[in-house]
T-cell receptor
Framework: GAVVSQHPSWVICKSGTSVKIECRSLDFQATTMFWYRQFPKQSLMLMATSNEGSKATYEQGVEKDKFLINHASLTLSTLTVTSAHPEDSSFYIC?????????????FGPGTRLTVL | DQQVKQNSPSLSVQEGRISILNCDYTNSMFDYFLWYKKYPAEGPTFLISISSIKDKNEDGRFTVFLNKSAKHLSLHIVPSQPGDSAVYFCAASGIRGSTLGRLYFGRGTQLTVWP
């Protein structure tokens, strides 16, 4: 079945540094990729939507200069958290939407846990 | 404004019995619905979906029912197994306007299946 991978799965960094998270669709082409953030015991919060080759569309309240999203190909999107601070510590999940198995659906990556010290 | 609602934050069911998870939505532009299962510290796993042209879709132990007039859908798990214990998210999407390509999630229901 369709698989979405994320790398790294877990990262710890110092405050003020930048962290890049990769999201790949492994056996289908993702026309659209989404980045979510999950806080403990809350639903997934959509941060931004990106289409291949286009600028990402950010949700209200999400700082686009802080959360840089690049969707360079149909199988790869990256999220860079710039100048990370402890309040950015969270679980970041990417999702890829595309044609897989004959139908359009949306699959999620395993998530990346970011801890900023 | 929560357009997809899962009003039960938790559900506890005995192994072997049926688990019924409910979901309501408010946006009439939604026409595609999905259920995801999520374990702690992992990304959601796609379970089953249903298009608005159907009222039922079945896949093994999982069946999703859609009642468009009531804007309600439910996920039935029969028989329930301890490994089904997880948070279940209901999600909706549409093909027009602001709903195009986006998934709107409920807050999730924690299912616990006990032996």
């Amino acid at each position: 079945g369709a698989v979405v991978s994320q790398h790294p799965s877990w990262v710890i960094c110092k405050s003020g540094t930048s962290v890049k998270i990769e999201c790949r669709s492994l056996d289908f082409q993702a026309t659209t990729m989404f980045w979510y953030r999950q806080f403990p015991k809350q639903s997934l919060m959509l941060m931004a939507t990106s289409n291949e080759g286009s600028k990402a569309t950010y949700e209200q309240g999400v700082e686009k200069d802080k959360f840089l999203i690049n969707h360079a190909s149909l199988t790869l999107s990256t999220l860079t958290v710039t100048s990370a601070h402890p309040e950015d510590s969270s679980f970041y999940i990417c999702s890829a939407r595309g044609l897989a198995g004959g139908t359009y659906t949306q699959y999620f990556g395993p998530g990346t846990r970011l801890t900023v010290l | 404004d929560q357009q997809v609602k899962q009003n039960s934050p938790s559900l506890s069911v005995q192994e072997g019995r049926i688990s019924i998870l409910n979901c309501d939505y408010t946006n009439s532009m939604f026409d595609y619905f999905l259920w995801y299962k999520k374990y702690p510290a992992e990304g959601p796993t796609f379970l089953i979906s249903i298009s608005s042209i159907k009222d039922k879709n079945e896949d093994g132990r999982f069946t999703v029912f859609l009642n468009k007039s009531a804007k309600h859908l439910s996920l039935h798990i029969v028989p329930s197994q301890p490994g089904d214990s997880a948070v279940y998210f209901c999600a909706a999407s549409g093909i027009r306007g602001s709903t195009l390509g986006r998934l709107y999630f409920g807050r999730g229901t924690q299912l616990t299946v006990w032996p």
